[in-house]
């Protein structure tokens, strides 16, 4: 099963995303699974590291307002999710 990650500051876009992602997948009855859909980038990360994450589908927002941009968020997921 493919997982599906969003990492969004703005909670009214993460929930239209995250909305719009989960019926794609119910629609079109896809084997995928919106894993998590969260504003803070670390606790993207640690949910990818305990769940061990491998060639899953990331939604980033680059201005993230937080200490980690998008960008620098991408680097880290790219050491764990290869």
């Given at each position: 099963m493919q997982s599906i990650y969003i990492c969004e500051d703005d909670k009214k876009?993460?929930?239209?995303?995250?909305?719009?992602?989960?019926?794609?997948?119910m629609i079109e009855s896809l084997d995928m699974e919106l894993s998590l859909a969260s504003v803070n980038p670390l606790i993207l990360l640690e949910a990818i590291r305990s769940e061990k994450a491998s060639n899953a589908i990331y939604?980033?927002?680059?201005?993230?307002?937080?200490?980690?941009?998008?960008?620098?968020?991408?680097?880290?997921?790219?050491?764990?999710?290869?």
């Amino acid at each position: 099963m493919q997982s599906i990650y969003i990492c969004e500051d703005d909670k009214k876009q993460l929930a239209y995303m995250s909305e719009v992602i989960a019926n794609y997948i119910m629609i079109e009855s896809l084997d995928m699974e919106l894993s998590l859909a969260s504003v803070n980038p670390l606790i993207l990360l640690e949910a990818i590291r305990s769940e061990k994450a491998s060639n899953a589908i990331y939604f980033l927002d680059i201005d993230l307002n937080h200490d980690m941009n998008g960008l620098d968020l991408a680097k880290e997921i790219r050491k764990v999710d290869d």
